[in-house]
């Protein structure tokens, strides 16, 4: 249990690490093919600084995911580790799909 959470936790400090990178230092590099998409027009930096906010918010869900994981014990690993990985992949999804100019 306790391997499992720490891939959670690690999984969260990533997601915290890179929203705050593309958020507050804009690295929109770290979004896979920003720069084209804007190119393009299907995208802008509106959508960029809300992918930031949505993967520091994602980071929080999961350190704190992992630490109920950790206190509760009931819950499965790989379970747990699940939800950490694709409840923010479904987040980042929905908000391509909204911001995406046709």
Known sequence: ???WCILVWLTGILYLWM???IRFRGQYDLINNFWADQKS??????FARRYGVISMASGIFSIALGVAALLIGGLR???VLGAAILVPLIAFRVSYVRSVRR
């Open 19 to 21: 929203g705050a990178m």
């Open 41 to 46: 027009g299907k995208l802008d930096e509106k």
């Open 77 to 79: 690993g790989a379970a």
């Open 1 to 3: 249990m306790l391997f």
